[in-house]
């Protein structure tokens, strides 16, 4: 089949609506535009030969779909207003009425996360899946776009298996995280073909490699702290941090790891450190030992500081501030005291990099919202063209934030579908 776009329009197979990448926001764009207006032929084209993958190992295959409470302040990158804005128009109880309608129960766990009641991220995939071919949305897998132009039509969208008409084009093709499940970055290249620029991408909600060998020892052992990543004006994150065989991981470790990557982006002097106490500030860490050596002068420095911290962290720390371990509470000078509470408040972590794309659960940058009309999610450069999910400049921290946003986008970009074409704003396809 010719690649000349300008060339007759009937070579190519049409559609009203072509929709590109299966994941979360692509799936949910279908379904929103087919339940608006059955009447619509909508195409949804996704490279991989099984879409949804990414749907399927998230949340340790659980899929954590939404939160109780989501809020535009658990969101970077773009402005918060426009943020708010969009996730006004379909919220998290919008998100669970959504599931609920398609025969899937969410329950809350710990910090307002919500997961299907199966425990499992197929029951996900598979409701979104079910919804897609009940509304007779042509999903087409294998068939990666590799260029998007401008015809007659609207636009002529190219795959290796076939090309495709459409007056309506929605990208839904992620970021660059997790590559091996197709979101890939190829979807910079096609919004940048059409006009768009692109915040510079890293890597966030990603795992973090220390220099050294001391959390080796560590490995497996998971416990509450907050993480200072010490930049212009310091940033505070509080969590379950888990020590690695590589470095550090858990929940408080993800959610930092953006602020520490965007930093190295811009070249600015940035460094992490982790509070093991962050129930205590010094006066009242150092008012706590004190009369815990009052009432057991003679426990060893070591068995105390375990009431505080795993037994193995407390190790790491007395080797690390050259103290013995064994000397009693009683006998502990104030110089030792002092800084022995200096170090659990403020640890050094020396971050050299983190696990990078193929271990990130999101992409930070992408086209800037400032390009896209808010009411619509259409695109400012290019009319007729729509992105949704994390193709966009905005992400999440964790706990189903991410997932969030690529409903209330995909919701807000059906409806500016549906009301472009009725109101003329957008060019009517050939169907």
């Not at 919804?131 to 190219?158: C, M, P, Q, W, Y």
Request: proline share 5%.
């Amino acid at each position: 089949m010719s690649n000349d776009t300008t060339g007759d329009p009937k070579s190519l197979v049409a559609a009203d609506v072509a929709i590109v990448g299966a994941g979360a926001a692509g799936l949910a764009t279908a379904i929103f535009v087919a339940r608006r207006n059955p009447s619509l032929a909508v195409i949804l084209l996704d490279g991989a030969n099984k879409p949804g993958a990414k749907i399927l190992i998230s949340g340790g295959g659980r899929c954590n779909v939404t939160n109780t409470i989501v809020e535009a302040d658990d969101f970077h990158g773009g402005s918060r207003n426009t943020i708010r804005r969009i996730l006004k128009e379909f919220t998290a109880a919008d998100a669970v009425a959504l599931f609920d309608d398609l025969g899937v129960t969410l329950h809350e766990e710990e910090h307002g996360k919500l997961f299907p009641d199966s425990h499992s991220a197929k029951t996900i995939l598979g409701a979104l899946l079910r919804e897609v071919e009940r509304h007779a949305v042509r999903l087409l897998a294998g068939h990666r776009v590799t260029s998007i132009d401008r015809n007659k039509e609207g636009f002529a969208v190219r795959t290796p298996n076939g090309d495709f008409t459409s007056p309506i084009v929605v990208l839904a093709t992620g970021g660059m995280s997790l590559p091996k499940t197709g979101s890939d970055g190829g979807g910079y290249q096609l919004v940048q073909s059409l006009g768009h620029t692109i915040v510079p991408t890293t890597p966030a909600l990603v795992p973090l490699v220390l220099d050294g060998e001391f959390h080796k020892a560590l490995s497996g052992i998971s416990h509450e702290v907050e993480l200072i990543i010490a930049v212009e004006k310091p940033v505070r994150v509080r969590g379950a941090l888990l020590w690695t065989h590589f470095g550090i991981s858990g929940p408080v470790v993800l959610d930092a790891s953006r602020h520490w990557h965007r930093a190295i982006l811009e070249h600015r002097p940035v460094a992490m450190s982790a509070n093991l106490i962050p129930q205590f500030d010094f006066a009242s860490a150092e008012q706590a030992f004190l009369e815990l050596a009052a009432k057991h002068p003679i426990t060893k420095l070591q068995n105390a500081l375990a009431a505080w911290l795993p037994v193995r962290v407390s190790e790491a720390l007395v080797t690390a501030a050259s103290v013995n371990g064994h000397t009693q509470l009683g006998q502990v000078s104030r110089e030792v005291r002092q800084r022995l509470i200096r170090l659990l408040l403020d640890w050094p972590l020396p971050v050299r990099a983190s696990r990078g794309y193929n271990y990130a659960e999101v992409t930070a940058g992408g086209v800037p919202l400032s390009e896209i009309d808010p009411t619509s999610m259409m695109s400012r450069q290019c009319p007729g063209v729509f992105l949704v999910g994390e193709i966009l400049d905005v992400d999440g921290r964790i706990g189903g934030f991410n997932f969030q946003w690529s409903w209330s986008t995909a919701w807000v970009a059906a409806k500016g579908i549906i009301a472009g074409r009725s109101q003329s704003r957008i060019p009517q396809g050939t169907l």
